[in-house]
């Protein structure tokens, strides 16, 4: 144990599957790496990465490792099978974990120990019993208080325990989502356990739950690199992408941007559909699909970039458009709207999750009150039309700097832990 009084360097693991997917990966890395900034001994574990940092190691590497997590995956999809509604990417089951975790000797000799989106058969809650030190669990999703669900949409079965969940055709009470829940109540039940909610929406929800609901529950937004993402030269940018500088460009993007339903993007073509009616002038552009996905967007012409591993490439194109739309039917605290913002691209959502938290209505962007068409829209137009874009684009930028910097969010971490720390001794 550290000597906490003299602000002594603490010894952090993270957990998370991905070192380098998705953006739980992505703000978990970040965080991780604001701790190092801040002089921590910080280590990311992970299932499985293509990072090339000492700092972030893969459990089990080898064929061993590939062949373990080929069995929990078949594992948890087979269970799937067996309902008539079989839920995707929106529906988690952990039978088994990947990795044996609890004896890990990086696990063993940390004094904190980070738990981020730890699906995929990587993480067993049960494991939470065999680590005799604090755990932070920094909510990605709902996942951790529910009894398998990442969003839980209009149910609120996590309320209480779960059961019929309309994820898996209601097929009865007793079905995996009561038993999910039932695995965590007693997982959670003697477990040294802190929540960190990014958003004020899904600190609500775990105050509200069964399952997370006698914890406690600390409110730490997700930091962005303000460094990175910035306002540049969209000029400039333009003509190096090859775009035409006068055109209004609307950009949409997340992963599987056009194959993931709650991001909206049915809804999203919907609005443009009516903004093309009007004769409103722009164009598309969109990462995180290449065109070749169930839905197209096919009101205006559209620029598909594909995935975006780089993060400078990524800051350029959000420095590309006049406004970002996330139209997310749910939403935790999106990484791609912090972003936006941070380089002063103001942004259009539907208010919900954690979208009012960055976004100041018609300050830096708009907050679409009701899940339609049209008023997205609206929203869209109206930042295409403001008279003083440069203003909206400025709030945009003053938002992260104020609230949501890299160092802030390492350093509300950082004195968490510490409090940990010392209520253990």
């Known amino acids: 144990m550290p000597d906490l009084t003299h602000g002594e360097t603490l010894d952090l693991v993270h957990l998370c599957t ?9 703000a978990t890395y970040r965080l991780h790496k604001g701790l190092l900034e801040l002089g921590m001994r910080s280590r990311l574990l992970v299932g499985r990465s293509a990072v090339a940092d000492p700092s972030v190691i893969p459990v089990n590497a ?31 089951i952990n039978l088994g974990r990947e ?33 005799h030190k604090p755990v932070v669990w920094r909510l990605s999703d709902t996942w951790p208080l529910t009894g398998g669900c990442h969003y839980p949409g209009d149910c609120l079965g996590y309320l209480g ?26 997982a959670y039940r003697s477990a040294n356990l802190t929540v960190v909610a990014p958003s004020r929406w899904i600190a609500d929800l775990a105050r509200e739950s069964s399952l997370l609901g006698d914890k406690q529950i600390v409110h730490i937004p997700t930091g962005v690199r303000t460094d990175l993402f910035k306002p540049m030269d969209r000029d400039a940018l333009r003509q190096k992408y090859g775009l035409d500088p006068k055109v209004p460009y609307v950009l949409f993007g997340a992963m599987e941007a056009l194959g993931n339903p709650r991001k909206g993007p049915e809804i999203l073509n919907e609005a443009l559909g009516l903004l093309a009616h009007a004769g409103r002038d722009l164009e598309l552009l969109v990462f995180g ?36 739309v996330a139209p997310s039917l749910e939403e935790n605290l999106a990484n791609t709207v912090l972003e936006s913002l941070s380089c002063g691209t103001p942004c259009v959502a539907f208010n919900v999750g954690g979208m009012p938290d960055m976004i100041r209505h018609r300050e830096n962007g708009v907050l679409v009150e009701e899940i339609e068409p049209s008023g997205l829209a ?24 104020e609230n949501f910097g890299m160092e802030q969010q390492a350093s509300r971490f950082l004195a968490l832990y510490r409090t940990l720390l010392i209520a253990g001794e």
């Open 378 to 401: 609206t929203g869209i137009d109206w930042v295409l039309s403001h008279g003083d874009w440069q203003q909206l684009s400025s709030r945009s930028r003053q938002q992260m700097l």
């Open 99 to 131: 990795f044996s975790l609890s004896g890990h000797p990086i696990i063993r000799n940390a004094d904190v120990l980070t738990l981020y989106w730890v699906g995929n058969g990587f993480f067993n809650p049960s494991l939470l019993k065999s680590f």
């Open 289 to 324: 699909s290449d065109g070749t996905d169930q839905t197209h967007l096919d009101h205006f012409r559209t620029h598909y970039l594909g995935r975006i591993r780089e993060e400078e490439r990524l800051a350029e194109i959000y420095n590309l458009a006049s406004v970002f």
């Open 62 to 92: 080898g064929w061993r490792g590939v062949a373990k997590r080929k069995l929990c995956s078949g594992l948890n999809e087979g269970a799937k099978q067996l309902y008539a509604v079989r839920p995707g990417r929106n529906f988690s």
């Open 161 to 186: 325990a779960c059961g019929g969940c309309p994820q898996l055709g209601r097929a009865g009470e007793n079905d995996l989502s009561r038993k999910g829940w039932s695995s965590k109540k007693e």
């Open 18 to 26: 991905y070192g380098d997917i998705g953006g739980a990966s992505r």
